[in-house]
């Protein structure tokens, strides 16, 4: 993570985005780099469960930052999940918050999703 980390060309890209966004998500290991810049200070958030909730408590953890492991949490206008997989599951949630929830369910017997989230 320590090449998206590091980068000002990333920092600088989500800083000039961040105002004009409804939601800024992030699947996996990306909570790392919200972190990094600060966008999760203050917030409730979850990542991939293996190592990168210790990764985040060790370097932000002053920041206030409340991960939970839960496979998709949002707090304001920022959305993570806990997994690559459970990306699938941040998905179908803006679907539901954008488009509602009879859409959202139409869209998991399409793609025959049977994961483990709220779908």
Known sequence: MDNVTSSNRV???IEEIFP???TLSSVCGGAVALAHFGYLDGKRATTHPIG???EIQEKY???KIKLVKEPV?????IITSGGVFKGVDLALQIV????GEEIAKLVVEEIRYF???KF
């Open 61 to 63: 953890g002053g920041r």
């Open 73 to 77: 949490v949002r707090d304001g206008k």
């Open 11 to 13: 920092r600088k890209y």
């Open 96 to 99: 539901s918050e954008d488009l």
């Open 52 to 54: 990168r909730y210790e």
């Open 115 to 117: 994961g483990q989230g």
């Open 20 to 22: 004009k966004l409804e």
